[in-house]
């Protein structure tokens, strides 16, 4: 059998359950016996996909936060800075708003380069401070992702390729919003399921009859399936 191809994964919306939210543990089995690289690219903060290989036993391969932090298993590599995320934050809240987390706040508690905003926040005047501050707000449909525009999944996945050894051409990708689509750029083949953007739909090679989990696990059916 020949080798499985790498795979670049989203987690929300992508690794989750058919309601969307949760991860479906049916995932859990193909990925931890894939034998290549697995890369968790996605907009959360740095722990999840850290905790999210340590559970399924696989090595710690992860793009955070849109890009904005990158893991290869070497070194943590901080690739946006948060100090204007935050200013943006300050102005928003100064302006009447809340980020929508309640007072702990445990989405943006472990964030080192963006902000997450419920997307029950008002979206207009979070933009438009944003703007002012030459920052971008990304709509990933889970939040508003407040951010560097320079950072994003694509460039942390060809840092992550580069170090473990892999041409990203040789990969495959699964997501379903906008910040996939700078993954699906550089990767060989990319997926898009169905309940995803019209930004991820239009990017991608494909985009799949089966939504979330029933998805990804197509794929990686049909992969592995054209592999051997």
């Given amino acids: 059998m020949a080798d499985d191809p790498p795979l670049v994964l989203d987690v929300d919306g992508t690794l989750t359950r058919p309601e969307g939210w949760g991860l479906d543990p049916r995932v859990f089995d193909p990925l931890c016996g894939w034998d290549a690289p697995v890369v ?28 904005g932090v990158v893991y290869a298993g070497d070194e943590v590599r901080v690739v946006g800075d948060r100090e204007g995320a935050r200013a943006v934050v300050e102005e928003y809240r100064a302006a009447g708003y809340d980020l929508g987390w309640g007072p702990e706040d445990t ?13 029950d926040s008002p979206e207009e005047p979070l933009r438009e401070i944003a703007a002012a501050h030459g ?6 449909g889970y939040a508003y992702h407040v951010k560097d525009p320079a950072p994003n999944k694509g460039d942390g996945v060809e840092l992550v390729a580069d170090r473990v050894g892999f041409d990203p051409a040789d990969a495959v990708a699964v997501g379903d919003s906008i910040n996939d689509v700078s993954t699906f ?40 399936a054209t592999s051997e």
């Fill in 135 to 140: 920052l971008e707000v990304v709509d990933t």
């Fill in 185 to 224: 750029a550089v990767v060989g083949r990319s997926f898009a399921v169905s309940n995803a953007d019209d930004a991820a739909r239009e990017a991608a090679d494909e985009t799949l009859t089966e939504a979330h989990a029933d998805g990804t696990l197509s794929v990686l059916e049909r992969v592995r």
């Fill in 107 to 119: 989405v943006n508690r472990w964030r080192e380069t963006e902000v997450a905003v419920s997307r």
């Fill in 40 to 67: 968790i690219a996605t907009g959360k903060a740095f722990p999840y996909p850290v905790a999210l290989c340590h559970f399924v036993g696989i090595p710690e391969l992860a793009v955070a936060e849109n890009g």
